[in-house]
C-alpha cells in the first residue's frame, strides 16, 4: 500500500467528521463516540468561523452565543457566572471523557447521554450552517429526524400536538 502526502480543506475535514458522527447516530453507535466526533467539527468550523469575523464579515460560534445567552440569564437571575464558569459547565462531558486527572476527577460521571449527544450534534450543525450556508444531506436527515421525536413526544402528551395553524 502506497502512502501518499495529501493535503485537506479544514471545511471538508470537519463535514466528514460531523457526518461521520451523524451517521454513528443513525446506526446506534456509541453516544461518547458521537460527542467527540460532533465536537471535533463544531471547534474546527468554530475557528473558521472566528477567521471570519475577524475579518469583518461572519458571525460568533454556536458556543460563544449560547455561553452568552447563559451569562446574561445568570445575571438577571442574581447568579453571575463568567464566560469561563459556563464553558467549562458546557464542556463538562467531553472534558470528563477525554482527559483524566487522577489527584481532582472521579472516576465515574453521571449523564443524560442522550441530551448530550443532541446538544453536541446540534452545536456542530448550526456551526457547520452557519458558515457554509446550506447544509448537507445528512445533516439535513437529522434535523428531520429530530423534528419527527419532538413532534411525536409532544403527541404523546396530554393535550397533544399545539396546532400551529
Known amino acids: 500500500m502506497t502512502k501518499v502526502l495529501r493535503k485537506y480543506k479544514k471545511e471538508e475535514i470537519a463535514t466528514r467528521i460531523l457526518e461521520t458522527a451523524i451517521d454513528l447516530f443513525f446506526s446506534g453507535g456509541d453516544g461518547f463516540s458521537i460527542i467527540h466526533l460532533a465536537a471535533a467539527s463544531e471547534e474546527v468550523v468554530a475557528g473558521l468561523l472566528a477567521r471570519k469575523v475577524a ?77 457554509f450556508g446550506t447544509p448537507t444531506e445528512k445533516i439535513i436527515r437529522y434535523i428531520n429526524q429530530s423534528w419527527t421525536q419532538i413532534a411525536s413526544l409532544r403527541s404523546a402528551q396530554p393535550g397533544g400536538q399545539p396546532d400551529l395553524h
Open 55 to 131: 475579518v469583518g464579515g461572519g458571525i460568533s460560534s454556536a458556543r460563544e452565543r449560547t455561553i452568552s445567552a447563559l451569562e446574561e440569564i445568570h445575571a438577571v437571575h442574581g447568579s453571575k457566572r463568567t464566560k469561563k464558569q459556563i464553558g467549562t459547565y458546557l464542556n463538562f462531558v467531553r472534558n470528563q471523557t477525554k482527559h483524566h486527572s487522577p489527584e481532582r476527577d472521579p472516576t465515574e460521571i453521571a449523564v443524560c447521554l442522550d441530551l448530550e449527544v443532541e446538544r453536541a450534534l446540534l452545536q456542530a450543525i448550526e456551526n457547520h450552517i452557519q458558515l
